[in-house]
């Protein structure tokens, strides 16, 4: 079996969303999910003009060799953008696989190591009281698990909380917008928050929480430490990670779980966090850390170390990466949770999927591949639309981390 062709789709229902497609020459073919969020035309240029002309002719077989050509052979390793498009050839690679086998991708993994897989979804409002009834509706939903968000009094915008009526979508303009973020501020909600919704809806429920990189290491110890008594599934990016020895100190401080990892593309970025037992969850996936074969590789490693995997799961990940993932979540032996945050029924218009939904849980599906699919005809309907994410800025106009 041979590659015959490459071909690499942009399309924007609703959101832009990168595609790659590689046909071989039995006519079988493979998707995989390409979109970095912000900066999608990077990754095109990097698939069109280096890896789509190299692997015309390659076995698709050869997941591992051609795995390690792109990562090995580009000499300049790491980084987002060549990883995320190293991650769509091999997603791709292994839904050709599996569909040569006939078999669901999680059975190539190893199998399934449980019936069902529990996602989080998301909860937010302007303020406490708007807030609550966004839980109250992701229970009435199904959810067991719920990462809840709310506008902070004195902070004009914040992140995570969606604008009157829409949906959160944070991509939000052509350029950059800009918010402003206050610590103090924040700090002294963020318990009241928590208060509220435990007083409200009890103890069963998991609740997650999104720090979004923007504290400094002492501070998220007292975030940690303040958030003890509402039992947190976990605390999300407490700090900007570039710094590993830095969650060592907020480890010290406090017991609540702590979550890192979605803007990781390597097994390096995480190494030391896992060796040294600083963190609870592994939050990379398929899209953004290498595909399948190097987020196997993470999951291996983690597990000696008593760490979960919690798989990104955002609507910039295309539904090919969710698919993906789930076929993931569904072998991985060291599994924790799964982000759900929705995708429109435009954007599933344009993909169809084979994964379930039921009473807080996800299920794979049982076709051939990831089972995920794309409607090249209706994606050239909705063409690339540039959309940035936001910077964020303190009170006094430093640029602080979004
Ligand atoms: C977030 C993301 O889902 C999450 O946990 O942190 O929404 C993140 O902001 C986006 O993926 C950025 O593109
Ligand atoms: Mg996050």
Redesign the pocket.
């Known amino acids: 079996m041979k590659i015959r062709d490459v071909k690499v789709i942009v399309c924007s229902p609703g959101r832009n969303f990168v595609t790659l497609k590689i046909v071989t020459d039995e006519g079988i073919y493979g998707i995989g999910d390409a979109t970095l ?2 900066r999608e035309k990077s990754v095109v240029s990097y698939l069109e003009d280096y890896i789509a002309p190299a692997l015309i002719g390659k076995d698709p077989h050869r997941i591992e060799d051609i795995w390690q050509f792109f990562y090995r052979g580009a000499y300049w390793r790491r980084g987002p953008v060549g990883m995320t498009a190293i991650a769509a050839v091999d997603t791709a690679l292994w839904d050709i696989k599996a569909k040569v086998a006939g078999l669901p991708l999680y059975q190539l993994l190893g199998g399934r190591s449980r019936d069902k897989i529990m996602v989080y979804t ?1 909860a937010n409002g302007a303020d406490i009281p708007a807030t609550l009834d966004a839980v109250g509706k992701a229970i009435e939903d199904g959810y067991k698990a719920i ?1 809840v968000q709310s506008g902070i009094p004195g902070v004009k915008s914040t ?2 909380v969606a604008k009157e009526g829409q949906k ?1 979508e ?2 939000d303009a052509d350029l950059p917008t800009e918010s402003v973020w206050s610590t103090e501020k924040y700090l002294n909600f963020a318990p009241k928050l928590f208060a509220a919704v435990r007083e409200q809806y009890g103890d069963d429920i998991h609740l997650l929480h ?1 720090v ?1 990189h923007r504290l400094s290491p002492i501070e998220a110890a007292r975030l940690g430490k303040s958030l003890e008594p509402y039992h947190l599934f976990w605390m ?2 407490p700090v900007a990670a570039e710094n590993q020895q830095g969650f060592k100190l907020i480890r010290e401080h406090t017991t609540t779980p702590i979550a890192v990892g ?1 803007v990781f593309n390597s097994i390096h970025d995480c190494q030391a966090l896992i060796q040294n037992q600083w963190i609870d969850y592994i ?1 990379s996936t398929v899209v953004h850390a290498g595909g399948i074969t190097q987020l196997r590789r993470i999951a291996d490693l983690a597990s000696l170390y008593h760490i979960r995997m919690g798989c ?6 295309s539904p090919v990466c969710m698919g993906a993932a789930l076929h993931f979540d569904y072998w991985v032996p060291n599994f924790g949770i799964q ?1 759900h ?1 929705p995708h429109s029924e435009l954007m599933e218009s344009v993909f169809s999927v084979s994964y379930k939904f039921d009473d807080g849980y996800f299920t794979p599906g049982e076709t051939p591949g990831h089972g995920v699919d794309i409607d090249e005809e209706l994606a050239k309907k909705y063409p690339y639309k540039r959309a940035c ?1 936001p910077v964020n800025r303190l009170e006094d106009g430093t640029l602080w981390h979004w």
Do not use: K, V
């Open positions: 969020n912000g998301h990462r992140y995570g959160y944070p991509a999104d979004h999300e990016d979605e939050r990104h799961g955002a609507t910039d990940l982000e945050m994410l």
